[in-house]
């Protein structure tokens, strides 16, 4: 079984759609994050929950708007794509002594 | 602010050699764990070692080690006996997890990209 599973793995949209990545994780940890890795590979957190919490909100537009429904779901909604919104978007989860498990990431690209 | 720094955007090792990936960290806080994860060109993000602040024993994977040399902030990964498999984006990062807030949170640097050559 997958630990940490998002869907879908590959984004294609105009600007000004809205769409949602799915985050999953079966690890049964508290803290789920969503970091964006950028095209020069940079990984910047945006936002992160605990046990459904918002705990970060990384001066990301709001635009981007997380949801957790459930301790093992976080998922993404944006909203008015933009260009500049291109980029791998990576799922996490937070294990023991603070380890971070990834999602196989969703490549997002506007056009 | 917390940062890392790999001041190495790219290193090429030959097949069967040894490697160092340098990192320094600035942060206040004492105690904190880091990392080393590795991407390779399917993307996934891969941990590669982790490292307690507080212990001064370096890690070791296999053959993946550390030198973690805390008064310096320094945090640099050796790969020995270089695989082609080893050929990927690697980065440090670390986090503060006693700090709370908006500091608990993965600090990531700008990444290694190492090629092995056969």
Request: glycine fraction near 4%; proline fraction near 4%; charge should be neutral.
């Amino acid at each position: 079984d997958t630990a940490v599973s998002q869907t879908p793995k590959y984004l294609v949209t105009q600007m000004g759609n809205d769409k949602s990545i799915k985050c999953e994780q079966n690890l049964g940890h508290d803290t789920m994050y969503w970091y964006k890795q950028d095209s020069k590979k940079f990984l910047k957190i945006m936002f992160s929950y605990n046990n459904k919490e918002l705990i970060i909100n990384e001066t990301v537009p709001n635009r981007f708007s997380p949801k957790s429904p459930d301790k093992a779901h976080l998922n993404l909604h944006i909203n008015s794509l933009e260009l500049g919104d291109s980029a791998v978007y990576f799922c996490a989860t937070a294990g023991a002594q603070e380890t971070q498990y990834f999602g196989p990431g969703t490549r997002l690209l506007v056009l | 602010a917390q940062t890392v720094t790999q001041s190495q955007p790219e290193m090429s090792v030959q097949e069967a050699e040894t490697v160092t990936l340098s990192c320094t960290y600035d942060t206040s806080e004492n105690n904190y764990y880091l990392f080393w994860y590795k991407q390779p060109p399917s993307r996934q993000m891969i941990l590669v070692i982790r490292q307690e602040a507080y212990k001064q024993q370096n890690a070791t994977e296999n053959r993946f080690s550390v030198n973690f040399q805390k008064a310096a902030k320094s945090f640099s990964l050796k790969i020995s006996d270089s695989q082609l498999g080893d050929t990927a984006m690697y980065f440090c990062a670390f986090i503060t997890p006693f700090s709370g807030g908006s500091n608990y949170k993965l600090t990531f640097g700008k990444g290694t990209l190492l090629t092995v050559n056969p």
